[in-house]
């Protein structure tokens, strides 16, 4: 498998408790690069289209007011077969199901405040890139 780009955010759960590091520190030991990052305050407006494909789901309303709590990481992050690999260390998205060594086993708060998204495609991938990094703020 080529080398891969995969988009990350650190939630505001994380954040909040001061695992930035900690988090990309397990990103950086499952050979990933963290290629790009910045911290923001993502608005209402860009947690809506983020998250646009569960908008039917009962969780949505939450999951927007939690995602603009407080701020996030995104990241860019780039590795061979990037997009699987870093599914394979946030773990499963429900904490209680996540295996041990995992980002969400370690410090995922519930299946809400779990601390780490991650692309689940490489065609997501690239259009998760696109929404919130300009290509000379990637740097490989
Ligand atoms: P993942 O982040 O593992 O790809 P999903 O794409 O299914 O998971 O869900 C997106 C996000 O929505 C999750 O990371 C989590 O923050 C939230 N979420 C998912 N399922 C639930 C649920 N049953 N109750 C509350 N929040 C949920
Ligand atoms: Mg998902």
Redesign the pocket.
Known sequence: MATQRTFSII?PDATRRNLTGAINAKIEEAGLRIVGQKRIHMTKAQAEAF?A??AE???YN??VS??ISGPVVVQVLEGENAVAAY?QV?G???PADADEGTI?KAFAE?????S???S?SDENAAIEINHFFTEDEIVG
């Not at 519930?110 to 779990?114: G, P, R, V």
Request: charged letters at 25%; hydrophobic letters at 40%.
């Open positions: 939630k998250y494909v569960h789901r009962p969780f939450d999951l939690f995602m599914r946030m499963a998205t429900n969400r519930s299946i809400e405040a779990n780490v998204h991650g689940d």
